[in-house]
Every structure is written in C-alpha cells, then in structure tokens.
C-alpha cells in the first residue's frame, strides 16, 4: 500500500482535532471496558483511525501488554504513528487481517463496522485472530432518526446538494438496527453476543465548524465534491436548521446514543 499525501495527512490531523473530541473519545473507556481489557493482554484495535482506542487500550495493558491498530487508510495511521510510536500500527484491511491465528486476547473497533465492504468477512477475521475465550467488541452509532441533529444535516443535504450527499451522511448510521447487528455477529461465529445500547454526547464548537467538517473533511472521503457555492449555501441554511442544538455559548451538543456489542470465541472442546 502506499504512503498518505499531505492532503490526507491533512484530513487525518483535522479528524483528530474536531471528530474525536466531538464524537469518538467517549466511547474509548466504555469499549475498553466491554471487552474486560487487563493490564499484560495483547489487544488489536480493527479500523483504528488516528488511535484514540488504541492508545487508551496501551496505557490499561500496560508495559506487560501490547496493542496493535490496524486501517485501511494511510493518513490515519500517519498521525496515529506521530501521536503513540509504541502501538504496533499497521496499513491493512479489516476483511483480510494480515495477523496469525489467535494472536490477540481481546479484539475492539468502534465506529469502523459500517464501512466495511463485506462486514462478515470483516468479522470473521476479527474472531479468528481472537484467542478461544477472547472477547470482541464493536461499537456503531445508533439509527440516524436517534441521532438528533444528523437527521435535520441530512434532509438539508438532500434538499441543497441532492441524494449522493445525504447518503453519504446517512452511511455511519445503518448499524443501528439491533436484530441486524446480532445476526452480522452470531452469522460471523461469534458466542454469547450481547448488545448494549448507551446514550452519549456530541459536542461541536459552532454549527459551522460541525457542518463544515462534514462537507469538506467527510463527503469527499465518500467521494462525494461539492461546489462551494453549493457549501456556502449549506453552511448559511444551518443555521437556522440546527438552531435547537445551540448553547448560549455558542456550541453544538446533542443526544448521539451507540451499540456496543460484545462477543467471545469458542473455547477449544
Ligand atoms: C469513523 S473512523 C473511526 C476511527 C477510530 N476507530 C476512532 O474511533 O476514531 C472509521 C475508520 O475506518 C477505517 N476503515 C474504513 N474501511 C476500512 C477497512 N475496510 N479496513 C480497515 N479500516 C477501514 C477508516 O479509514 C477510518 O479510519
């Protein structure tokens, strides 16, 4: 695979600063928690982005442990190697994990399930780098009509900037019907699977700086360009469309509940 152009570099670094405080780095804790991370365990982190999961996993495994983060795109694991060069950080697919078998003790990802292109294949690598016994945990957004403010982003999208951008907004949340998820998990091998649904916080500075990040930072990931006539018109008619969410500070804060779902590997009869 190749190396990140700058853009990319880019786009990665502006992903660290806005996304994972907005949005990612609550779960972090709650994620580590579900997969009963201990201190000398060996924990790979599937679609690792920039490494928040990752690095938190490091600090709970301690010197004794280790983790590996792996993803698919090469400006994350760019800033990712800057942030934390302890994690072994790795360029590569989440359907083909190039890891030996049960080389893990517990396998985590958040946010990463619902991009993959064939999420059973994706799976099935995760539980069988898994070691028998070992515990996998996943975290998805809940569905975009649980989401608060995304459903109004989406509908503005649609009206200014038609279909393809809209879906591009809508693709983090199709995780979120349970029955789904249970059987992409049980389908895939996974034993005792439980899901947890939890309510969380999303955070923004200003409605621009939430809106725009997703106009250039995200749609264009989906390969989606729009004109900057086109944003300029979006970013005037948020607003007023997301004016419900504002503090009187000035911020964007609204309900963004997840799924975390937990499942093991058959222990070796
Ligand atoms: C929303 S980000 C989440 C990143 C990170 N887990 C976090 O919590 O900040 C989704 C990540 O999935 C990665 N990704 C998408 N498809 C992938 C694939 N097939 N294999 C590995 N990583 C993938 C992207 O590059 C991106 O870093």
Same mark, same amino acid.
């Given at each position: 695979m190749q190396g990140p152009t700058e853009e990319q570099v880019a786009a990665a670094q502006a992903y660290e600063d806005l996304h994972v405080p907005a949005?990612?780095?609550?779960?972090v804790e709650p994620l580590l928690d579900a997969a009963r991370i201990k201190p000398g365990q060996r924990v790979l982190d599937v679609a690792?982005? *920039?490494g928040v999961l990752a690095r938190a996993a490091a600090l709970r495994v301690g010197p004794e442990g280790s983790v590996a983060g792996v993803d698919v795109g090469a400006g994350m694991l760019a800033v990712a190697k800057c942030l934390e060069p302890t994690v072994q950080w790795r360029q590569g697919n989440a359907e083909s994990l190039a890891y030996a078998d049960e080389s893990f003790d517990a396998v985590v990802s958040q946010f990463g399930l619902m991009f993959f292109a064939d999420r059973h294949s994706a799976l099935r690598e995760m539980l069988r780098v898994l070691i028998p016994g070992g515990t996998l945990a996943v975290a998805v957004w809940d569905s975009l009509e649980n989401s608060a403010a995304y459903p109004i982003e989406v509908a503005l999208l649609e009206h200014i900037a038609g279909t393809a951008a809209a879906d591009a907004l809508r693709a983090p949340f199709v995780l979120g019907e349970q029955n789904l998820l249970l059987s992409l998990f049980e389908d895939a091998g996974a034993e005792s699977v439980s899901i947890t649904s939890r309510s969380g916080t999303a955070r923004f500075p200003s409605v621009r700086t939430m809106v725009e990040a997703d106009l250039r930072g995200w749609l264009p990931v989906m390969g989606v360009e729009l004109s900057e006539d086109t944003v300029q018109c979006i970013l005037e008619q948020a607003e007023t469309a997301l004016?419900?969410?504002? *503090?009187?500070?000035g911020q964007v804060v609204f309900d963004s509940p997840v799924h975390i779902i937990t499942g093991s590997k058959l222990l070796k009869r």
């Open positions: 949005l990612f780095q609550q779960w690792c982005g *920039t004016r419900e969410y504002v *503090t009187p500070s």
